[in-house]
């Protein structure tokens, strides 16, 4: 190993620190928390000039509070939890040394959920919803950007159901699933099941539009070579269908996830459905003095969810896709 191999690295390192504009980088680390002051100036100010039925509307500081007693109260109710599983533990153990032919039983835990408990809830209905309505939009994408007949076939069902909204999907998904979803032991809750499907009727919709786009324009020179080739279908779909139109494809799954997240809170919200539409819902019916800095903390935490989920699947396209120009975003 030369000397000049050894040091390699860090000129790089330098020259790489040498290109970047200390202007560039001040402005892209200050000009946003700029924004956020400005903004947190103008929610107190304009907090302060309105008064509701139930007390001011809240500012950034009750906010912060209410979101910190949340929290205060799902480590409590966590805390309530185990003890209730360590007294039935007891109990049982007890009960077993007296007769050793008792069989223990274990009662689920009769308290209501927190707020953490309804942001689990959510997290985990809208990416089954996500994920069911992506497993049925790219292969039918992928089928109809193939086939013009499939394109022309589809195209009215899909420009019909596209701009139907959940609102008038949950009454017959909620009928649906009464009816088919019958079981003395379920293995999922239906207003679980209600609400997934729900989502994946209204978001799969983006998906398949532009999975079938991405298709439809893959570049002629490739397809050209497929033929050439005489790639059989599959293997032709696989190495120049999918690859080629994978920057399309996210960019549809980026919109469903998004619809997904709104669709669900509204879902949850109309049917009364485990999650945080409940939660504010349940908030907004309650009354107290406390319910709009709930609700504001509840508005926050799903537009930072949202965030973070459009944030993660723009990660994932950076992962598998050859187009960086994802990498501005």
């Known amino acids: 190993m030369t000397l000049q191999s050894t040091f390699k690295p860090v000129v790089r390192l330098r020259e790489h620190i040498g290109d970047i504009n200390p202007k560039a980088w001040l402005s892209a680390a200050l000009l946003p928390i700029v924004g956020v002051l400005v903004f947190l100036g103008l929610w107190q100010l304009g907090a302060a000039q309105v008064d509701t039925s139930l007390g001011q509307f809240p500012g950034p500081a009750v906010v912060y509070d209410q979101a910190h007693a949340l929290w205060d109260e799902h480590r409590t109710e966590r805390a309530k939890e185990a003890a209730f599983f360590e007294r039935q533990e007891e109990r049982n153990a007890a009960r077993v040394a007296d007769d050793p032919t008792y069989e223990p039983r274990i009662r689920d835990y009769p308290g209501k959920p927190t707020f953490i408990d309804q942001i689990g809830t959510s997290l985990v209905t809208v990416l089954a919803g996500f994920i069911l309505a992506s497993l049925i939009a790219i292969p039918a994408g992928i089928l109809i950007g193939l086939s013009r007949s499939a394109y022309q076939a589809a195209n009215p069902i899909i420009q019909v159901f596209k701009p139907v909204s959940p609102l008038a999907w ?28 729900t989502v ?38 696989r190495t120049i269908v999918i690859p080629s139109s994978i920057p399309m494809m996210f960019t549809g799954l980026r919109v469903s996830l998004g619809i997904a997240w709104m669709v669900l809170i509204a879902a949850e919200m109309l049917a009364q459905n485990p999650g945080l539409g409940k939660f504010v819902w349940d908030q907004f019916q309650n009354g107290s003095s406390d319910s709009l800095g709930r609700i504001m903390v509840a508005v926050l935490v799903i537009g930072l969810i949202g965030y973070g989920l459009d944030r993660t699947m723009l990660q994932l396209q950076k992962w598998v896709s050859w187009d960086k120009s994802t990498e501005q975003r």
């Not at 439809?216 to 497929?226: G, K, R, T």
């Open 170 to 197: 949950l009454p017959l998904v909620t009928m649906v699933v009464s009816a088919v979803y019958v079981s003395e032991d379920p293995m999922f809750e239906k207003s679980f099941i209600t609400s997934m499907f």
């Open 200 to 237: 994946t009727l209204c978001c799969l919709w983006p998906t398949l539009i532009n999975t079938a786009v991405g298709v439809a324009n893959i570049e002629q020179d490739l397809v050209n070579v497929s033929q050439v080739l005489r790639l059989p279908t599959l293997t032709h779909i």
